[in-house]
């Protein structure tokens, strides 16, 4: 049985653990970071787990504008209640627990959080091979994203409130 919950202090070792497995030591948050966004943004930082152990999780701040910038990686502020763009600066699940649907979980609810929460929409920048994924889950590709986080070519991919069922 798989659940859902917001992330906790404790489980920042975990977290550490698939955030390396997922991403490049250019793209991936630093372990301060990651403390951070674990004080300042628990209500938009989910993990999923199976039996205590975590299989993935989303994160990122509300910000006030469509797309990702890069100073957003750098400082975390509280999320505002209402209104603004959810980001996804993390997303990322666990290698054990791959091509099981746990991506298009966390998504899912996060889409619900944005609905409860009068969002505008959810915003992220992938790597181009991670496109036509999100384009799957019914986000549109806006092109080629200002972002050179760990010197990549990033895309914004947007989904707004409305296109959510």
Not at 60 to 66: A, K, L
Request: charge should be negative; include cysteine; proline fraction near 3%.
């Amino acid at each position: 049985m798989i659940s859902l919950r917001n992330v906790q202090p404790t489980d920042l070792e975990q977290l550490l653990v698939i955030e390396n497995e997922g991403f490049s030591i250019e793209e991936a948050a630093t372990k301060e970071a990651m403390v951070e966004r674990i004080q300042l943004i628990s209500d938009t930082f989910i993990v999923t787990e199976r039996e205590g152990k975590i299989l993935g999780y989303i994160n990122g701040p509300i910000i006030n504008q469509p797309y990702i910038t890069d100073d957003l990686f750098e400082e975390t502020k509280e999320n505002p209640k209402r209104g603004g763009y959810q980001s996804i600066l993390g997303l990322a699940v666990s290698k054990q627990a791959r091509n099981q649907g746990i991506a298009r979980i966390l998504i899912k609810k996060m889409e619900d959080i944005i609905k409860e929460n009068k969002r505008e929409g959810i915003t992220l920048t992938c790597k181009q091979e991670l496109v036509p994924f999100y384009e799957k889950c019914g986000f549109v590709n806006h092109g080629v994203s200002e972002s050179n986080h760990g010197g990549l070519t990033w895309y914004n991919l947007i989904k707004l409130r409305e296109s959510i069922s």
